[in-house]
C-alpha cells in the first residue's frame, strides 16, 4: 500500500471562502466547507492539478482522518480518475482549496445561494 499525505490544509484566501461558506449554508465548521468544497469542485470538472501559484497552505491544516475518516472521499476520487498517479490526499487538498473559491466566488455573485442551489 502506497503512504498518502497524513494532512490537508487550507492556503489562507482558501479558507477564507471557506469561513465564508460555511456561513452562508449554516454548516457545523469549516471542514464541512472543505468537504462540500470538494464535492462542488468534482462535480464542476475543476481541474486535479494545481496551477501555478495556487499558494502556501498557511491556513488551518487536518489529519486526512479527520477530513476523510473511512477513505470514501479518496475512492470516490480513485473511482471518478481511475488513472490518477498523484496521492489522492494532494488531489482532494488541491480540490478542496480550489473549490471553495470557486464556490465562494458563486455565493458572493449570488448565483448560489443555499443547498439547493447545488443540486439544480
Do not use: H
Request: cysteine-free; proline content about 5%; overall charge negative.
Amino acid at each position: 500500500m502506497k503512504a498518502y499525505k497524513k494532512n490537508m490544509a487550507f492556503t489562507s484566501a482558501a479558507e477564507s471562502a471557506a469561513k465564508r461558506i460555511k456561513d452562508q449554508f449554516n454548516l457545523t465548521d469549516v471542514l464541512d466547507a472543505g468537504r462540500l468544497s470538494i464535492a462542488y469542485a468534482l462535480r464542476e470538472g475543476i481541474p486535479v492539478e494545481r496551477a501555478p501559484g495556487f499558494g502556501p497552505m498557511s491556513g488551518s491544516n487536518y489529519n486526512v482522518g479527520s477530513v476523510d475518516p473511512d477513505g470514501e472521499l479518496r475512492d470516490l476520487l480513485l473511482a471518478l480518475r481511475p488513472g490518477l498517479n498523484e496521492d489522492p490526499y494532494r488531489v482532494l487538498e488541491t480540490l478542496m482549496n480550489d473549490g471553495a473559491l470557486k464556490l465562494d466566488a458563486e455565493v458572493s455573485s449570488a448565483s448560489i445561494l443555499s443547498l439547493r442551489d447545488l443540486l439544480n
